[in-house]
Antibody
Framework: EVQLVESGGGLVQPGGSLRLSCAAS????????MNWVRQAPGKGLEWLAY????????YYADSVKGRFTISRDDAKNSVYLQMNSLTAEDTAMYYC???????????????????WGQGTPVTVSS | EIVLTQSPGTLSLSPGERATLSCRAS???????LVWYQQKIGQTPRLLIY???NRATGIPDRFSGSGSGTDFTLTISRLEPEDFAVYYC??????????FGQGTRLEIK
């Protein structure tokens, strides 16, 4: 069974930092790209960051570029999100999400987020 | 930057009725990259449809997706009580990489 378990969330003061972790199991972690997605209270989904297979490529949403850093450790089947310079607008549930696609032709099609963790809450407040 | 606009914002229907949810892109996008998710209250989002029309594993056939270019539709043929939830569309874009629509809330009338 595919499982993604986030940890590291909590209460942090404005301007502070937090490092989120996501432990993956039940699949060949090193073969998949991974993402972080967040959802502010009562709001919609916001994609934040992507790390490719082998950390080959990294992508970030404009809202977090320069403040957040995504990374992965395939030996530990884990993906991380280092969050710096946090503001109240970063208060949200943070989800670790598996990226799946059909890449048999060399170009990837049918990209989808097919496994989600339960999320870890982050509250930025003084 | 491609923007996905979902409509209506809220849809009120009764069990047994047909639901039609819309996702419109600000410019033409590949149907290969258009995805729908369902999120029930207090739960994690769940993959429903990918590639605009492919049902994910375990998704009942009352759910179907269609569309191309800028207009995409999620249809639920006969609503079951467990279908009342929020639905999001998502698109892979060149930059920054992914974008979500704002969601459609499907509520019981």
């Amino acid at each position: 069974e595919v499982q993604l378990v986030e940890s590291g969330g909590g209460l942090v003061q404005p301007g502070g930092s937090l490092r989120l972790s996501c432990a993956a199991s039940g699949f060949s972690f090193s073969s998949y790209a991974m993402n972080w997605v967040r959802q502010a209270p009562g709001k919609g989904l916001e994609w934040l960051a992507y790390v490719g297979v082998g950390s080959s490529v990294l992508y970030y949403a404009d809202s977090v570029k320069g403040r957040f850093t995504i990374s992965r450790d395939d030996a530990k089947n884990s993906v991380y999100l280092q969050m710096n310079s946090l503001t109240a607008e970063d208060t949200a549930m943070y989800y670790c999400v598996r990226d799946n696609a059909d890449c048999s032709t060399g170009t990837c099609y049918l990209i989808r987020f097919d496994a989600w963790g339960q999320g870890t809450p982050v509250t930025v407040s003084s | 930057e491609i923007v996905l606009t979902q409509s209506p914002g809220t849809l009120s229907l009764s069990p047994g009725e047909r639901a039609t949810l819309s996702c419109r892109a600000s410019q033409s996008v590949s149907s290969s990259y258009l995805v729908w998710y369902q999120q029930k209250i207090g739960q994690t989002p769940r993959l429903l449809i990918y590639g605009a029309s492919n049902r994910a594993t375990g998704i009942p056939d009352r759910f179907s997706g269609s569309g191309s270019g800028t207009d995409f539709t999620l249809t639920i043929s006969r609503l079951e009580p467990e279908d009342f939830a929020v639905y999001y569309c998502q698109q892979y874009v060149t930059s920054p990489r992914y974008t979500f629509g704002q969601g459609t809330r499907l509520e019981i009338k």
